[in-house]
């Protein structure tokens, strides 16, 4: 089980996927990402690709964000990240999508505009430049908007992408968290 570290769902509980095809993101590791980034800019929505079951996002709907989408393509992961924003009462502050996030991404910029874009995909798989590149294509993030890439220690993941430059790392185990934020 996964909890929620802060705010005001601190200490909730979400249900993850069975099985090993998903890898929840460690609490330690993503208590760490929330205290770099500090406090939630006001009015800040949030994008969750690779959502799983929905930590990320979650985590800072919690800490204030005022809204969070969420992109999915397992089944399994997609009904249970369904069955956390139902059972936490967050239906009205975020949006559910059944979608490759490694492919275009265009639908995202009809309404939203990112100020945080959290992406997790499968370790090792090779989906971490294309989904920079999807993100970067479809316009849907804030020119002051940051990208927090969750990826394998030994994984490679590009410099920039669009307008986004990779301005941190950090190390967490076997886990890199890669920060990119916009040059423009």
């Not at 705010?7 to 330690?28: H, N, Q, Y």
């Not at 800490?63 to 997609?78: K, L, M, Q, S």
């Amino acid at each position: 089980m996964v909890r929620i570290i802060a705010g005001e769902l601190r200490g909730r509980r979400l249900r993850t996927p069975p099985g090993r095809s998903t890898r929840p993101t460690a609490d330690r590791t993503r208590e760490a990402v929330f205290d770099i980034l500090g406090d939630l800019p006001r009015g800040a929505w949030v994008l969750d690709l690779f959502a799983g079951s929905g930590a990320f996002g979650i985590e800072a709907l919690s800490r204030g964000a005022v809204g969070a989408v969420f992109v999915e393509n397992d089944r399994r992961a997609f009904g249970v990240l369904r069955g956390n924003l139902q059972a936490l009462d967050l239906g009205r502050r975020s949006r559910a999508f059944f979608r490759d996030a490694a492919r275009g991404l265009g639908f995202l910029a009809r309404g939203f505009r990112f100020r945080i874009a959290f992406l997790d995909p499968p370790y090792r798989a090779g989906l971490v430049p294309p989904a920079l590149q999807a993100l970067a294509a479809a316009g849907c993030m804030d020119p002051a908007g940051l990208l927090v890439v969750e990826h394998a220690a030994d994984e490679e993941v590009p410099e920039s992408a669009g307008p986004f430059r990779r301005s941190d790392l950090r190390r967490y185990g076997d886990t890199l968290v890669s920060f990119y934020s916009s040059m423009l």
